[in-house]
């Protein structure tokens, strides 16, 4: 394999995404031969990173180990520095990441992209994968017999046979971030456990590092301003939910908004299946998984979002509309709610709602709820091949990304630099117009590295409070995915295909092209497609990790 990234190279994978990067560096050169064998049982499994968490300033208000987050109504005044020294050597690196902003402005004139290639030593190339067309790019890469970049973002999209490709052809993390050895990154160190968890490890060994994510899961944003001016309550029962989602409906206005990513797989479902206390994704039962499709709670689900839209709650276009357009209706106030990930918070009350109404998450509305926990994390980053210090590089290089809260280095990263992208007073960070086009959104270097969370929405603080307050109320009942972490060789080679199964089943049902009843016949198509065997491999790997 030629020892170069060539630039046609990258042009090809791009594709109709943006190439935010010039002429390639001279790279080493990438391994081959993948064991085939991804999964973790009867492997001598290398143990986790050691937790050290980050000792920063007190927050407001703590977190717990439901989940809550420590909160912060006001931004730190005395940050400290995490990164003694720039991390890299002055070289190229390349990155291929999603993007769900558009694409960044050239370095050339971006300052905030400058600031960062400063701060890291290291001139850095992304190509930048819209949302829409990250599996497509990802399975054209995976299958390519080019160069990679030296750094890959995975998201939690299903890939198929992306753990063998990692196994194959990324650097094997195992000896420089497994156990104490994660000390020389205090960043990575800082990672709490349950995101390495819920990243996993392939073949017994650690590939990369997980892209932190708070506990919650997908949740349902609701525009509480709207609701409040309606009498609707935060606490509700399936009636009161149902009233308050169909009564908002008309005149150019729905409860619901949906769109073709959100009625793909599980995003869609995953408020309505907890609210009646479905399993999340799977049971556990005697050492056996079960999985959520087949319970009497997740029809229930299906049943009740098929109520709302008989009843006119959602758009009529939420199977086709893009999650672009959606954000549209929401932000502008024709969509009262939306199901969303958690991380997405910040941005919400930030830059899309911008104090045209106020934000808030909803409560779960059965008696016997069993809201959904995420995985722990967005994805997660992999190092191409290379030698031993390369990896370290690129290593230090997530660390200084990964930089936690009330530090000097997550604020270059998350705010960009002061004076230019961001002023400080007594309410702390006010973002400038310049910081609207020049962020890690559009440059998503947050996918390449990110700190833990922690609850701050800066010039938000009574939103803040209520995000908290919704945290205290719903994590402590909230269930974990027993999936998270475990490989299945055939979730891995059939896990798109299984996930567009359910989503379209749901889609069809929800929307009135198939009767309820059939979804009966869409769980023995998911089953026999792979699912019970998806089943079976899940029980033999969660034995073994015991």
């Not at 992208?421 to 962020?439: A, C, Y």
């Amino acid at each position: 394999m030629s020892s170069h990234l060539r630039r046609r190279s990258l042009l090809k994978f791009a594709g109709a995404g943006a190439l935010a990067t010039v002429a390639g560096p001279a790279l080493a050169g990438c391994g081959s031969g993948s064991t085939g064998n991804v999964g973790n049982a009867g492997k001598n499994v290398v143990p986790w990173p050691t937790y050290v968490p980050f000792s920063g300033p007190a927050p407001d208000a703590p977190g717990d180990k439901s989940g809550v987050q420590p909160l912060y109504l006001n931004y730190p005044q005395n940050l400290v520095r995490s990164v003694p020294e720039a991390p890299g050597d002055g070289s190229d690196v390349t990155a291929v990441v999603v993007t769900y902003g558009a694409p960044p402005k050239p370095l050339e004139s971006n300052q905030f992209w400058q600031a960062i290639n400063k701060a890291l030593n290291v001139n850095l190339k992304v190509v930048v994968v819209p949302d829409a067309e990250y599996g497509q790019k990802m399975a054209t890469l995976m299958a390519s017999g080019d160069d990679l970049p030296d750094i890959i973002m995975f998201s939690n999209l299903q890939l198929p046979r992306s753990h063998e490709f990692v196994q194959s052809r990324c650097a094997d993390l195992s000896d420089l971030v497994g156990g104490d050895v994660v000390k020389e990154y205090p960043s990575l160190a800082n990672i709490p456990t349950y995101a390495w968890e819920g990243m996993g490890r392939v073949g017994g060994r650690i590939y990369g590092v997980p892209l932190e994510r708070p506990k919650p899961g997908n949740s349902l944003y609701v525009n509480r301003t709207a609701f409040q001016q309606a009498g609707v309550a935060r606490e509700w029962r399936t009636e009161e939910f149902v009233a308050a989602m169909t009564g908002q409906s008309g005149g150019g206005r729905w409860g619901i908004g949906g769109s073709k990513s959100l009625f793909g797989g599980f995003g869609s479902i995953a408020y309505h299946a907890g609210s009646p206390g479905a399993p999340n994704a799977w049971e556990l039962r005697d050492g056996q998984f079960v999985s959520t499709l087949t319970t009497p709670q997740f029809e229930e689900a299906i049943g009740m979002m098929r109520r709302l839209a008989e009843k006119g709650a959602y758009r009529p276009d939420s199977l086709t509309l893009s999650a672009t357009d959606l954000k549209t209706f929401w932000y502008n106030g024709s969509v009262l709610s939306i199901t969303d990930g958690f991380g997405a918070v910040a941005r919400e009350t930030m830059d899309g709602i911008n104090r045209r109404f106020e934000f808030d998450l909803a409560r779960p509305y059965g008696p016997n709820a069993t809201p959904w926990q995420g995985t722990g994390i967005f994805g997660y980053v992999t190092f191409k091949k290379a030698s031993a210090d390369r990896i370290k590089l690129l290593l230090r290089v997530s660390n200084y990304l990964s930089a936690p809260f009330g530090t000097s280095e997550y604020e270059l990263v998350n705010y960009g630099v002061e004076g230019t992208h961001f002023t400080k007073d007594s309410g702390g960070i006010k973002t400038t117009d310049l910081f609207k086009v020049e962020n890690n959104v559009n440059l998503p270097i947050k996918y390449l590295g990110v700190a833990p969370a922690v609850l701050h929405l800066p010039g938000y603080p009574e939103a803040a409070k209520a995000v908290h307050e919704w945290e205290k109320a719903v994590l402590p009942g909230s269930v974990a995915d027993p999936e998270a972490g475990l490989r299945s060789a055939t979730r891995t080679s059939k896990g798109a295909e299984l996930t567009r199964t359910v989503g379209d089943a749901i889609g069809a049902i929800v929307f009135g092209r198939k009767p309820v009843s059939a979804w009966k016949d869409a769980v023995t198509q998911w089953r026999q497609a792979g699912g019970d065997k998806v089943a079976e491999e899940l029980a033999k790997e969660h034995a073994a990790a015991k």
